[in-house]
């Protein structure tokens, strides 16, 4: 059984950066596509940032390419979530996902395994 566990959430203000952690354990992860998915109060799951496990390609949506990093850490079993120049827009609760097939699906709706989400609020 996989278990995804997020850290790392909190309150910053605009311009801020933050690092959230997605510690994983249940099984090896080589093939899995590991990714963050975002919701704010009254919208719908968004997709933020995807990591191949073995590959370690990478994918982003629009709203956050060039200011947040996808990365993984083998050794930890652990994948990291850099956000920078964050944005009062970016606040939403963050979630860790899982996939066991290697296709870098960007609906949450692929995705059998997830965390118990964080709370990230980013002022004005």
């Known amino acids: 059984q996989v278990q995804l566990v997020e850290s790392g959430g909190g309150l910053v203000q605009a311009g801020d950066s933050l690092r959230l952690s997605c510690a994983a354990a249940g099984r090896t992860f080589s093939g899995y596509i590991m990714g963050w998915f975002r919701q704010a109060p009254g919208k719908e799951r968004e997709f933020v940032a995807l990591i191949n496990w073995s590959t370690e390609r990478t994918a982003y949506g629009d709203s956050v390419k060039g200011r947040f990093t996808i990365s993984r850490d083998n050794a930890k079993n652990t994948v990291y979530l850099q956000m920078t120049s964050l944005k009062p827009e970016d606040t939403a609760i963050y979630s860790c996902?899982?996939?066991?097939?290697?296709?870098?699906?960007?609906?949450?709706?692929?995705?059998?395994?997830w965390g118990q989400g964080t709370q990230v609020t980013v002022s004005s």
């Open positions: 996902a899982a996939r066991s097939s290697p296709v870098m699906f960007i609906s949450p709706n692929q995705y059998p395994y």
